[in-house]
């Protein structure tokens, strides 16, 4: 059985304080539900998403074959984890660009579109509002909430700003902070994007343009990062796109066309995302994940900042993933232990990177599904 | 003593045909020599330029105090490779953009610049036409050959495409080839030069503007890959630039405005080498790196490329080295023993990354010092 999803839109005209000490005057935010509250409340789990992914969490749209959610292979009826027993809720973030409000959307106070004046966001920023939605749809505690990489982060937010309202945490391949090569390929992709022509700004909306040769370069960047290099040379490898002769390696002996798989394969995916993503949002939601940085308060001490989660915690990370290393994880880990939490952590040897989260592996889903066998909450 | 170093020039009237079937009619070629060559003409050693280095490998230029040689750590008189003993000899690689004839010189043909024109050349077109200036130099035979980086796979090559005129070749840091990763990551920093609305198509020159925002991207791609993630978070870490508060970890909640030390530093990079650097260059000399596979023509065993090398071998690598890992000279390492050869390999335990190969370190310098006391040659 296919499921549908339906998004929805819920509009706050109460401001939101932001962690900057800016505010929102007012903004709406895009989510979906899958299943339903039971009458106790106690089934829901929220899904945060992490930078080019949205609300769309499963299913498909109504008429869209092709419409999967981004974790349409964790999350759905029977899935790892099940809507049959849970009431899953996919929640766009504010400053994306599928829905919420964010930086293509008109600015309440001088009624132009917010371009470059959308406020910075931080992962707190977006568990609060979060909470606000969740406060609105009658869901006051959280069986679990869940995410991968940012998703991962504000997951692990969530157990920090609101201990309790949160029994369960599932943080997959994600980190307690960047660290600087992390921060530095973010910094190339922003700079690639704000030295476009066609950025003007960040107001590129009101000259008609988009800066697609920036963003191209960014999601090229980013691409890269999120696969393993073994997984590259097992899909890739030297593989030539259309070798001219047996000579030479077969060569076209050219700088700009495409001459290996490889090309043609970041080329697509940079057009791709070109065409769909928003450039202001590529740099404030990597700007977020620069920022975040929960121990930073605490001294960089990570075990005083985690003291105040109270959940329980499943970490899992992938051994191949150099963008989110399991050593990244391990640190959550250790952590936790040290504040005497319930951990459980799942070290996944899997080929494909930090994508490796977002793809089926077996041992992976299995992990997850054992989780959430255990965690409470049934359908009412 | 400071070693004085002089750029000399030679002019080579005869075509070089090239491997791609083209050919540069009449060229230049840049060079430098630290030494004596001695009578038996049997103490020289070449020194082969990576991506961004020159025919300036050792000494300072006469009344430029801040002029060091590339590698003056490792050459010069009393140095590892010393030149009271050898006679060096550092040659500007064909297509670059210190002296030898490149892109930004004039056609013969047409008269104008050759910006795109420039054709295609590889790293055994290079290790060609350094052979012809050793010929005219009276060099026949070559004591050593030596690299890091893409200077490796040029000493690598000329162990194959001159076997008989090499004793000794020093390949450090280096691999047999690129992996789809390396191509990757060049792949991207060309597409940010070609995007560039300034680099019409390569020939910028015309116009009178240069790629910049392009070479800054295309930089800072590089510089992110030669260094470790552990080195820049020694150096670097989550440091801010200015911290602006106590308060929210001090950031300045911006996208576009500096913030972490690591970005300060990176867009210095890229400031500086878009001010020196040509476009067109960069695009020949990474092709040239994704080209070089040796294996290629040998139905990808290395071994059977190898055959034909019947000179003495030092490989060195770099533990923290991703863009040239150490598995990439154990696979040479391997193919050469296969053959029977003579190797010596040192994998260095260095945090530095790839860039390590350009570093101070008493292990690695001391590793090339041996080597070189065990190589004849003596000044005349």
Same mark, same amino acid.
């Given at each position: 059985?296919?499921?549908?999803?339906?998004?929805?839109?819920?509009?706050?005209?109460?401001?939101?304080?932001?962690?900057?000490?800016? @505010?929102?005057?007012?903004?709406?935010?895009?989510?979906?539900?899958?299943?339903?509250?039971?009458?106790?409340?106690?089934?829901?789990?929220?899904?945060?998403?992490?930078?080019?992914?949205?609300?769309?969490?499963?299913?498909?749209?109504?008429? %869209?074959?092709?419409?999967?959610? &981004? &974790?349409?292979?964790?999350?759905?009826?029977?899935?790892?984890?099940?809507?049959?027993?849970?009431?899953?809720?996919?929640?766009?973030?504010?400053?994306?660009?599928?829905?919420?409000?964010?930086?293509?959307?008109?600015?309440?106070?001088?009624?132009?579109?917010?371009?470059?004046?959308?406020?910075?966001?931080?992962?707190?920023? &977006?568990?609060?509002? %979060?909470?606000?939605?969740?406060?609105?749809?009658?869901?006051?505690?959280?069986?679990?909430?869940?995410?991968?990489?940012?998703?991962?982060? %504000?997951?692990?937010? &969530?157990?920090?700003?609101?201990?309790?309202? !949160?029994?369960?945490?599932?943080?997959?391949?994600?980190?307690?902070?960047? #660290?600087?090569?992390?921060?530095?390929?973010?910094?190339?992709?922003?700079?690639?994007?704000?030295?476009?022509?066609?950025?003007?700004?960040?107001?590129?909306?009101?000259?008609?343009?988009?800066?697609?040769?920036?963003?191209?370069?960014?999601?090229?960047?980013?691409?890269?990062?999120?696969?393993?290099?073994?997984?590259? *040379?097992?899909?890739?490898?030297?593989?030539?796109?259309?070798?001219?002769?047996?000579?030479?390696?077969?060569?076209?002996? @050219?700088?700009?066309?495409?001459?290996?798989?490889?090309?043609?394969? =970041?080329?697509?995916?940079?057009?791709?995302?070109?065409?769909?993503?928003?450039? *202001?949002?590529?740099?404030?939601?990597?700007?977020?994940?620069?920022?975040?940085?929960?121990?930073?308060?605490?001294?960089?001490?990570?075990?005083?900042?985690?003291?105040?989660?109270?959940?329980?915690?499943?970490?899992? #990370?992938?051994?191949?993933?150099?963008?989110?290393?399991?050593?990244?994880?391990?640190?959550? !880990?250790?952590?936790?232990?040290?504040?005497?939490?319930?951990?459980?952590?799942?070290?996944?040897?899997?080929?494909?990177?930090?994508?490796?989260? =977002?793809?089926?592996?077996?041992?992976?889903?299995?992990?997850?599904?054992?989780?959430?066998?255990?965690?409470?909450? @049934?359908? #009412?």
């Amino acid at each position: 059985m296919t499921l549908i999803a339906t998004p929805q839109s819920m509009h706050f005209s109460a401001p939101l304080g932001l962690q900057s000490g800016a @505010s929102i005057r007012e903004y709406a935010l895009t989510y979906e539900t899958y299943g339903r509250l039971n009458a106790a409340r106690d089934n829901a789990v929220l899904i945060c998403h992490a930078l080019n992914a949205s609300h769309h969490v499963a299913g498909v749209h109504a008429g %869209q074959d092709r419409s999967e959610g &981004w &974790w349409d292979n964790m999350i759905g009826p029977g899935k790892p984890v099940d809507t049959e027993r849970f009431f899953v809720i996919g929640i766009n973030n504010l400053g994306s660009c599928f829905g919420s409000t964010g930086p293509m959307h008109p600015n309440p106070d001088p009624g132009q579109i917010y371009g470059a004046d959308f406020p910075v966001v931080t992962v707190e920023d &977006w568990v609060n509002a %979060q909470a606000l939605l969740l406060d609105a749809l009658g869901v006051h505690r959280l069986e679990a909430v869940m995410g991968g990489s940012l998703g991962g982060m %504000q997951a692990l937010s &969530w157990t920090l700003q609101y201990p309790e309202r !949160v029994r369960h945490a599932v943080v997959v391949a994600s980190a307690p902070n960047l #660290s600087a090569e992390n921060i530095a390929f973010n910094e190339v992709a922003r700079r690639a994007i704000v030295s476009d022509p066609d950025f003007h700004g960040g107001h590129f909306y009101r000259h008609g343009v988009v800066p697609r040769r920036g963003l191209r370069i960014a999601r090229m960047i980013g691409h890269i990062t999120y696969l393993s290099d073994d997984v590259m *040379n097992q899909k890739f490898g030297r593989e030539l796109r259309q070798a001219v002769s047996e000579n030479a390696g077969g060569y076209r002996f @050219s700088t700009q066309d495409v001459e290996f798989q490889i090309e043609s394969y =970041l080329r697509h995916q940079g057009d791709k995302f070109s065409e769909d993503f928003d450039a *202001n949002t590529y740099l404030l939601i990597t700007r977020a994940l620069d920022y975040f940085d929960p121990a930073s308060a605490f001294g960089g001490d990570l075990t005083l900042a985690l003291a105040r989660a109270c959940c329980k915690f499943l970490l899992v #990370s992938f051994t191949t993933d150099w963008r989110f290393a399991p050593a990244r994880s391990r640190e959550l !880990v250790k952590a936790l232990l040290e504040n005497r939490r319930d951990v459980s952590y799942a070290e996944i040897d899997a080929p494909h990177g930090h994508d490796a989260f =977002l793809l089926d592996d077996a041992r992976y889903l299995g992990v997850v599904r054992s989780y959430f066998e255990r965690v409470g909450g @049934s359908a #009412s």
